[in-house]
């Protein structure tokens, strides 16, 4: 089966900077998409960023200039540098993959990680 384990999550100011990465484990064919969600108490889960597998990006109009996606295709991994971070940004941040169990088998399937709190303070 498929794991996925972030890190990096933690305390910051407003203004700082925190890097989150997350590696995907398992038997799997291939990792199509691969991105960052958040949801902060009361909201629902929101898409921050996400990468294909070719390298193409995706985000949020509210972290456009301040967040940055990237990832390892032979490492599994998948990263979000956040800078300039603000009070806005707190939430749990969550991991997402689209995952090929097998060559040729349809269709994909999502698999998350448990979740790491960012939290920003004034």
């Known amino acids: 089966q498929v794991q996925l384990v972030e890190s990096g999550g933690g305390l910051v100011q407003a203004g700082g900077s925190l890097r989150l990465s997350c590696a995907a484990s398992g038997t799997f064919f291939s990792i199509n998409a691969m991105g960052w969600y958040r949801q902060a108490p009361g909201k629902q889960r929101e898409l921050v960023a996400d990468i294909s597998s070719g390298g193409s990006t995706k985000y949020a109009d509210s972290v456009k200039g301040r967040f940055t996606i990237s990832r390892d295709n032979a490492k599994n991994t998948v990263s979000l540098q956040m800078n300039s971070l603000s009070t806005g940004d707190t939430a749990v941040y969550y991991c997402?993959?689209?995952?090929?169990?097998?060559?040729?088998?349809?269709?994909?399937?999502?698999?998350w990680g448990q979740g790491t709190q960012v939290t920003v303070s004034s």
């Open positions: 997402n993959a689209r995952i090929r169990a097998r060559q040729f088998a349809v269709p994909e399937y999502d698999y």
